[in-house]
T-cell receptor, first 113, second 111 residues
Framework: GNSVTQMEGPVTLSEEAFLTINCTYT??????LFWYVQYPGEGLQLLLK?????DKGSNKGFEATYRKETTSFHLEKGSVQVSDSAVYFC????????????FGTGTLLAVQP | NAGVTQTPKFRVLKTGQSMTLLCAQD?????MYWYRQDPGMGLRLIHY???????AKGEVPDGYNVSRLKKQNFLLGLESAAPSQTSVYFC??????????FGDGTRLSIL
């Protein structure tokens, strides 16, 4: 079935370091791709998205590019802040009009001052 | 997450007890979803609804029932709670052309 594989955490970085969180998905059809972020004690919030090949989603300094040839959607940020500490989920959408998300296991990011 | 409200936020149950989790939305979204979040498992879809009066099974439906009698409410029921149902439960809503919108979660412990 459809699935997504996400980089295991925790990822611990110093402030201003470069961040990459890897995400690959199964290539059934052409899913839309999302990154969600979950801050402590809160629900998931959409961080960014890309709906077709070579699209780049970006928000709050984070970026991810839809790579159809490698079925990947890696999340990057050039300079992380302590406030970026959260759990990040990669989630392709399958299932047509039902918009069923398939979530990765989540990657905990801890940024130290 | 003012648009999606989950109640209660926390609950502790004993094995065999029953309870209902409520998800209420004020965004007039057609689709609603119930997920559970467990360590190392990501979020898994329990049940979902594509409109008032309709429900469908997700990835892990066993032990749960749902109802969508009103468009704005999606109820998740546990008829006989089991320790394996200890989890954080999230409700989400969706409208065509927009991403899913999540509630803040319900933390449920089954003793």
């Amino acid at each position: 079935g459809n699935s997504v594989t996400q980089m295991e955490g925790p990822v611990t970085l110093s402030e201003e370091a470069f961040l990459t969180i890897n995400c690959t998905y199964t290539a059934t059809g052409y899913p839309s791709l999302f990154w969600y972020v979950q801050y402590p004690g809160e629900g998931l919030q959409l961080l960014l998205k890309a709906t077709k090949a070579d699209d780049k989603g970006s928000n709050k300094g984070f970026e991810a590019t839809y790579r159809k040839e490698t079925t990947s959607f890696h999340l990057e940020k050039g300079s992380v802040q302590v406030s970026d500490s959260a759990v990040y989920f990669c989630a392709p959408v399958y299932g047509g009009a039902t918009n069923k998300l398939i979530f990765g296991t989540g990657t905990l990011l801890a940024v130290q001052p | 997450n003012a648009g999606v409200t989950q109640t209660p936020k926390f609950r502790v149950l004993k094995t065999g007890q029953s309870m209902t989790l409520l998800c209420a939305q004020d965004m007039n979204h057609e689709y609603m979803y119930w997920y559970r979040q467990d360590p190392g498992m990501g979020l898994r879809l329990i049940h979902y609804s594509v409109g008032e009066g309709t429900t469908a099974k997700g990835e892990v439906p066993d032990g749960y029932n749902v109802s969508r009698l009103k468009k704005q409410n999606f109820l998740l029921g546990l008829e006989s709670a089991a320790p394996s149902q200890t989890s954080v439960y999230f409700c989400a809503t969706y409208r065509v052309g927009q991403p899913q919108h999540f509630g803040d979660g319900t933390r449920l412990s089954i003793l």
